[in-house]
């Protein structure tokens, strides 16, 4: 019988907890961590996430020629691909992932929570005019109560986006966020580095990270 533990591992991509995964975790949940160990470190593992989430992606035959004069027959990924970024939070992705793909369409989607609500609210958002023939990389690195993550799957699919095209990468996330995108969303695909224990009652993860945009742009 599957327990929960491994219900919720099915219903998420979880990195492989290396032992270099782990360590880069050690540094940058870590209270005391400074900006300049937790922004590169941070994005360590946002590269590995990163690659994880385009292997989730469609890919066609590629042939290229080597210098010794034979074929390659490869493999290169299709050009409906797009990142979406969560501002604020997911501009720590965003940076990442055109670092990796310089050419690759950008949009975005400017969500914050009420402070004390908790509840997301839908500021703005600038996506590719084409995106409904796209397949989506979202990008926001915390998924707590899911509340954002709807919100920004909506915005997606009210534009035409497929749920089955949406790749939702987190750096960590919480099993009642899994389960509330499940739960709504359940042909969204999610990619990981952490399921946390839970969520505490001001909506924190435990053990956690604290507030992850706060520590990535020093405003807390
Ligand atoms: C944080 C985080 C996620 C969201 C997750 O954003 O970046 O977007 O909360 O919480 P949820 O799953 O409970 O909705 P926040 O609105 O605090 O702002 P920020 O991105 O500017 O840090
Ligand atoms: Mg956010």
């Given at each position: 019988?599957?327990t929960?533990?491994?219900?919720?591992?099915?219903?998420?991509?979880?990195?492989?907890?290396?032992?270099?995964?782990?360590?880069l975790?050690?540094?940058?949940?870590?209270?005391?961590?400074?900006?300049?160990?937790f922004?590169?470190?941070?994005?360590?593992?946002?590269r590995?996430?990163?690659?994880?989430?385009?292997e989730?992606?469609?890919?066609?035959?590629?042939?290229?020629?080597?210098?010794?004069?034979?074929?390659?027959?490869?493999?290169?990924?299709?050009?409906?691909?797009?990142?979406?970024?969560v501002?604020?939070a997911?501009d720590?992705?965003?940076?990442e992932?055109?670092a990796?793909?310089p050419?690759?369409?950008?949009?975005?989607?400017?969500?914050?929570?009420?402070?004390?609500?908790?509840?997301?609210?839908?500021y703005?958002?600038?996506?590719?005019?084409?995106?409904?023939?796209?397949?989506?990389?979202?990008?926001?690195?915390?998924?707590?109560?899911?509340?954002?993550?709807?919100?920004?799957?909506?915005?997606?699919?009210?534009?035409?986006v497929?749920?089955?095209?949406?790749?939702?990468?987190?750096?960590?996330?919480?099993?009642?966020?899994?389960?509330?995108?499940?739960?709504?969303r359940?042909?969204?695909?999610?990619?990981?580095?952490?399921i946390?224990e839970?969520?505490?009652?001001?909506?924190?993860?435990?053990?956690?990270?604290?507030?992850?945009?706060?520590?990535?742009?020093?405003?807390?």
């Amino acid at each position: 019988m599957a327990t929960e533990a491994t219900a919720l591992q099915d219903a998420v991509h979880l990195l492989p907890q290396t032992n270099q995964l782990r360590a880069l975790q050690s540094i940058i949940r870590d209270r005391h961590a400074k900006r300049k160990d937790f922004v590169p470190n941070a994005g360590r593992i946002i590269r590995q996430l990163i690659e994880a989430g385009l292997e989730l992606l469609p890919f066609e035959p590629y042939d290229v020629q080597t210098p010794v004069g034979r074929t390659y027959h490869g493999l290169r990924l299709t050009e409906q691909i797009c990142g979406v970024s969560v501002v604020r939070a997911g501009d720590s992705m965003e940076t990442e992932l055109r670092a990796m793909m310089p050419e690759i369409r950008l949009g975005k989607i400017l969500i914050q929570r009420d402070k004390v609500t908790k509840l997301p609210r839908l500021y703005y958002s600038a996506l590719p005019s084409d995106i409904a023939q796209r397949h989506v990389l979202l990008l926001d690195p915390m998924l707590a109560t899911g509340g954002t993550a709807l919100a920004a799957i909506d915005v997606l699919c009210d534009h035409g986006v497929p749920e089955e095209h949406i790749v939702f990468v987190n750096l960590l996330c919480s099993p009642e966020g899994i389960r509330a995108v499940r739960e709504r969303r359940p042909a969204v695909r999610m990619v990981t580095s952490s399921i946390e224990e839970r969520l505490d009652e001001n909506a924190f993860m435990q053990p956690g990270i604290g507030d992850f945009g706060d520590r990535y742009f020093g405003t807390d």
